[in-house]
């Protein structure tokens, strides 16, 4: 679609960098925007790069071509891609936690991952867990980094020791854990009472383990904690949640993001539980 006489396309694009708009790591993110963006009376567009972009001139023309008055962008981000982004012109607000080095100029929406960390760690301890294992399978990940650290700091706060040998993690993205932590269940006694695996994924694949390692028979004495973004996720095994409030985070980026296409004032930055 092409600009109106006033220079308006009312078009925004999603932009999904590097990853599938089928994973489960994002896919909620787009009936969300979807859901919400009727209400701005805007039209959304959904659009994929690679993240190997290296000029404007190789990223897909309804965005070189100045069809879209703004951009909501999320994925692997790399600089070079925040860089083209920039270069482009369209407003442009980041769904997600990432450095902020990397984010340059652009607007970001994050969610309290520090906070959620905090609130799983305090549940557990409520529920008499004193060796709480952490399980992550990407450790490089600038946010897995964050809540990895935020969970050694919640053990401390709670009085727990903080011990390496109960700390899981995978070889990066989408490389899971079952194989990781199956030796872990199949040789005797768990050394841990429960696990934090804040993504829903890595819980689901210990949840797996965890029957293979009590059977059906026996009570499973091991406690989950992890995130997810609707409340009919559950798990088979005890579990604990922290809800992630998909509408408001996209609600409050899509409000961010008009708001700088109608020239208003925005903070950098935000926030969300």
């Known amino acids: 679609m092409l600009k109106s006489r006033t220079g308006s396309t009312r078009n925004i694009s999603f932009v999904m960098v590097g990853n599938e708009f089928a994973d489960p790591a994002y896919a909620h993110l787009i009936d969300g925007v979807s859901s919400a963006i009727n209400k701005f009376h805007y039209h959304l567009m959904l659009v994929k790069i690679s993240g190997n972009e290296t000029s404007t001139f190789d990223l897909p023309p309804i965005l070189r071509d100045e069809r879209v008055d ?20 369209p407003k442009c607000v980041v769904i997600g936690n990432y450095n902020e080095r990397l984010l340059r100029s652009l ?11 905090f609130d799983l760690v305090e549940r557990l301890v409520k529920l008499g867990k004193k060796r709480i294992a952490f399980a992550e399978e990407n450790p490089d990940n600038y946010v897995s980094i964050k809540m990895f650290n935020t969970f050694k700091q919640a053990l401390k706060e ?4 903080f011990d390496e040998k109960i700390c899981y993690f995978g070889h990066g993205p989408f490389t899971g854990l079952f194989d990781v932590m199956k030796p872990v269940f199949s040789n005797g006694p768990l050394p841990f009472d429960s696990v934090l695996a804040t993504d829903m994924r890595i819980a689901r694949e210990i949840s797996h383990l965890l029957f293979g390692h009590f059977g059906l028979k026996q009570e499973i004495n091991v406690m989950l904690a992890t995130f997810r973004q609707f409340d009919y996720f559950k798990l088979p ?9 998909v509408e408001k985070t996209v609600g409050t980026a899509l409000q961010q993001l008009i708001d700088q296409i109608e020239g208003k004032e925005t903070s950098k930055t935000i926030s969300v539980n």
């Open 70 to 89: 703004g951009i909501l962008l999320t994925g692997n981000l790399q600089t070079n891609t925040v860089e083209l982004i920039e270069k482009l012109g």
């Open 107 to 117: 607007s970001s929406v994050q969610v309290k991952v520090e906070a959620r960390i």
């Open 158 to 161: 709670f009085g727990l020791i």
């Open 237 to 245: 095994v005890p579990t604990i949640y922290s809800d992630y409030n």
